[in-house]
């Protein structure tokens, strides 16, 4: 699912390229994208688009007279940029915002088709789609910290919870908690002040580097290879590989369709949790240790 720093560079791009211009039309290829009816759909042609922002792990396009488009891509939801006019793809493709320069395409690899639109009418609408958590580069480190441990949840629940903090899912935090040297089992509850203070400053750091960075490849185009998996992050992905600061083979834990990446070297002194398959598998010949999966 596209993440803070993939939804700030989606907007800023969309501005740079679609800003001031008037919305030919919006072409709904198929209807379970589109989850609202007030406006009508017919509402947005002509009018300009004034901003585009992040709400949360939305993208909001900001038309003329307070009507709003609010996208969620979701897990497999993608924006493409294409000629005018072009048309949606057969399978994959759910709807196009038509402008006259270029097309925007909202596409969805997946069957499932959890990918929505909704069209707004008034800014003061636009509160029902946030869900409550703090921004976590905006917000103070003590606010950080108040939010995080208002729940007793394991750290990277509680990184991705969307009602505690915003705009954080499964890669980035595993990044984080690896920055901070903190497990993503270990408890909220658990954390003294300085542990909380170096998870706010890496929760900082790795969503800065990361739009950063995403922004530099982007250049002057359009982001049309998002993607969860990158060659330079730390141990999201890296199952098996070498942690880049200690060189311990990185762990995973699954559990139904998500996956938590960890050094046990840098994050959990040493420690290897259960992983739902592999664990149950193995059962006796589990190693718990990295002294166990050396041997």
Not at 66 to 80: E, N, Q
Request: charged residues 25%.
């Amino acid at each position: 699912m596209p993440e803070l720093p993939d939804i700030a560079v989606y907007c800023e791009r969309l501005m740079a390229l679609a800003g001031g211009q008037r919305l030919t039309r919006l072409r709904v290829a198929n209807p379970w994208v589109l989850r609202s009816v007030d406006p009508p759909v017919s509402a947005l042609a002509g009018r300009e688009l004034t901003d585009v922002f992040r709400l949360g792990k939305r993208i909001v396009l900001d038309f003329a007279d307070d009507i709003y488009a609010v996208i969620h891509l979701m897990v497999s939801g993608r924006l493409r940029r294409r000629p005018p006019d072009a048309p949606i793809p057969p399978r994959r493709g759910l709807a196009a915002f038509d402008f006259p320069e270029q097309t925007f395409l909202v596409t969805e690899e997946s069957t499932k088709r959890r990918a929505s639109i909704h069209l707004v009418r008034g800014r003061d609408r636009l509160v029902s789609f946030g869900r409550g958590g703090i921004e976590p580069m905006e917000d103070s480190a003590a606010g950080f910290a108040a939010a995080l441990t208002s729940e007793p949840h394991t750290l990277k629940r509680a990184l991705t919870d969307p009602r505690l903090v915003s705009g954080i899912g499964a890669a980035y935090a595993d990044e984080i908690l690896h920055r901070a040297r903190l497990s993503p089992l270990a408890r909220t509850s658990s954390l003294g002040d300085t542990e909380l203070k170096r998870l706010h400053t890496a929760v900082c750091q790795v969503l800065t580097e990361w739009t950063s960075r995403l922004r530099t490849e982007v250049g002057n185009g359009f982001p049309e290879k998002m993607t969860a998996f990158h060659p330079e992050m730390a141990v999201h992905g890296k199952f098996g590989r070498p942690c880049p600061e200690c060189g311990a083979p990185v762990q995973r834990i699954r559990y139904a369709d998500t996956e938590t990446n960890y050094c046990p070297g840098c994050q959990t002194g040493g420690r290897i949790f259960a992983d739902r398959g592999l664990s149950r598998l193995l059962k006796d010949d589990w190693p718990r240790s990295l002294e166990n999966l050396e041997e």
